[in-house]
Each structure stands twice: as C-alpha cells, then as structure tokens.
C-alpha cells in the first residue's frame, strides 16, 4: 500500500512552534518529502529527508525515522503567513512520488 | 529561475471530449509527473514517466489518459473522453534525479483547472 497519513487539521499561536507528523509505507521507500500548499496554488517545496534525523533549514526542520515509517515537519516561530496546507510525500523506487492528504495549519495571532 | 509552465490554465469542455494538457517541464530535469487535485481534495499521483517511459501509475490513470513526450521540451496528458468527475485542477512537475546539489524536489507547474459539463 501507499498510505501516508497525517493529521488533517491542527491549529497554533503566532510565535509558537508546531510540529505536522507523518507516517508512511516503509517498503519502497526513497525520500520523505514536505510541501506547503496555499489555497488555489501548487504546492512549493519545503524540506526533504533520505537519510533518519533532523535537516534543519531556517524556521523548517524535517525528521525521518526510516524504520519507523514516520517523520515530522517543525515550522518555529510561527507567522500568519504559515496559515497553509502542508503536505507530506513519499518518493518509491519507481518514481512515484505520492501526497498524503495535507494538514491545514490554522495560525492564530 | 527556471520554471514549469503549463497551458491551458483553464479549459471549460463537454462530457465526452478529448483534452490535452500541456507542460513543459524544466530543461534539464529527467522526471516528470502528472497530478491531480480536486476542489478542497488531496493532491493525487496520476503518473510518473522518465527515459521516454511510463514508470508508475496510478489506479486513477486508465486507459482514458495517455501521455507523451512529442518532443525534448513538452510533457503532455491526454484524457479521451472526458468524464464530470475529471473536473480537477491538473499540476504537471517535474524534478531533477536525487543527490548532487539538488535535493530531487518536484518543481510544480501553476496548473490546468479543467471543467467539464
């Protein structure tokens, strides 16, 4: 299967720290990806993770775990601007590079 | 910054009707990749395709669509005859191979919001 799950609604603080979890189909597996969709825009690319641990970039940090089939999306400091879908996507070994169903961040000042 | 262009951004056409919709992806990437996405719905693979081939596709993408690489610059879906529930936006990506500078992230086209009635 190709099941990617993660939250479908989560709401945070302007400032805070939130964290979007994601679990996924582990055979197959070639890269964990994270994209921010905004409503009526494609999706834009955020982070990536091939190998376990933390990849840090600016207020976006990504984790992989791959023989738990999870990873996680930091977004710290939270901005209004944030307010998006955030998308977690698994490449396989044929390509496919496949969406989970997104998690809508409300932020709130 | 090279982009992913796709036309049209929107096509308003008949139950029944062939569409084609056209990208072209970024020069120098070797995967390209059709997705679709329902108003208010999730970002669905529809097919992914490298080395002049189809390398995976989905259980959505039957024998009404089609793609093709004509030439070395576009990437184009074929739907043969369309469906009330192929009324979707359409993303066309591609992406570089993994490793090197790049991390492989897909690269995503503005879109083709397609209407079928």
């Known amino acids: 299967g190709q099941n990617i799950d993660q939250p479908t609604e989560m709401t945070a603080t302007e400032g805070a720290i939130v964290q979007i979890n994601c679990t996924y189909q582990t055979s197959g597996f070639n890269g964990l990806f994270w994209y921010q969709q905004h409503a009526g825009e494609a999706p834009t690319f955020l982070s990536y993770?091939?190998?376990?641990g933390l990849e840090e970039k600016g207020r976006f940090s990504s984790f992989l775990s791959r023989s738990k089939g999870y990873s996680y999306l930091l977004l710290k400091e939270l901005q209004m601007k944030d307010s998006a879908s955030y998308l977690c996507?698994?490449?396989?070994?044929?390509?496919?590079?496949?969406f989970g169903a997104g998690t809508r961040l409300t932020v709130k000042p | 910054e090279p982009e992913v262009t796709q036309t049209p951004s929107h096509q308003v056409t008949q139950m029944g009707q062939e569409v084609i919709l056209r990208c072209v992806p970024i020069s120098n990437h070797l995967y390209f990749y059709w997705y679709r996405q329902i108003l208010g719905q999730k970002v669905e693979f529809l097919v992914s395709?490298?080395?002049?081939?189809?390398?995976?596709k989905s259980e959505i993408f039957d024998d009404q669509f089609s793609v093709e690489r004509p030439d070395g610059s576009n990437f184009t879906l074929k739907i043969r005859s369309t469906k009330l529930e192929d009324s979707a936006m359409y993303f066309c990506?591609?992406?570089?191979?993994?490793?090197?500078?790049?991390?492989?992230?897909?690269?995503f086209g503005e879109g083709s919001r397609l209407t079928v009635l």
């Open positions: 996507a698994r490449l396989g070994n044929n390509n496919d590079m496949r």
């Open positions: 993770n091939v190998l376990d």
């Open positions: 990506a591609s992406r570089a191979p993994l490793g090197g500078r790049a991390p492989g992230e897909l690269f």
């Open positions: 395709f490298y080395n002049n081939e189809i390398s995976e």
